[in-house]
Nanobody, 126 residues
Framework: VQLQASGGGLVQAGGSLRLSCTAS????????IGWFRQAPGKEREGVSC????????YYASYVEDRFTISRDNAKNTVYLQMNSLKPEDTAVYYC????????????????????WGQGTLVTVSS
């Protein structure tokens, strides 16, 4: 069972993209979903997380006020709206599931999430 991230592409600095995370074979309804990213030569890092109901969200400091996470459980989809993109946002973006309805630990830890799929590449040109 994997989550699939999509919606990446090439965008100029200051531009926007919306990523989508979908699941096949299971429902996302009762799980918190996290977005992560991995730039070339760097470790995977947490970006944002949303609770199962959508009522609680978390953002890493480096994307706060620029990115917005949301979900539509009827469509079994989680979104990441990325605005005011910067070249340093260039990375492969992944989504993954947490086994409970909310990730209570704060900063996202890669090892706590599961159902990783192939990511989607976001390239921001200067």
């Amino acid at each position: 069972v994997q989550l699939q991230a999509s919606g990446g592409g090439l965008v100029q600095a200051g531009g926007s993209l919306r990523l989508s995370c979908t699941a096949s074979g299971f429902t996302l309804d009762y799980k918190a979903i996290g977005w992560f990213r991995q730039a070339p030569g760097k470790e995977r890092e947490g970006v944002s997380c949303i609770s199962s109901s959508g009522g609680s969200t978390y953002y890493a400091s480096y994307v706060e006020d620029r990115f917005t996470i949301s979900r539509d459980n009827a469509k079994n989809t989680v979104y990441l709206q990325m605005n005011s993109l910067k070249p340093e946002d260039t990375a492969v973006y992944y989504c993954a599931a947490y086994s409970r309805g909310w990730y209570e630990k704060g900063d996202l830890q890669v090892d706590d999430f599961h159902s990783w799929g192939q990511g989607t590449l976001v390239t921001v040109s200067s």
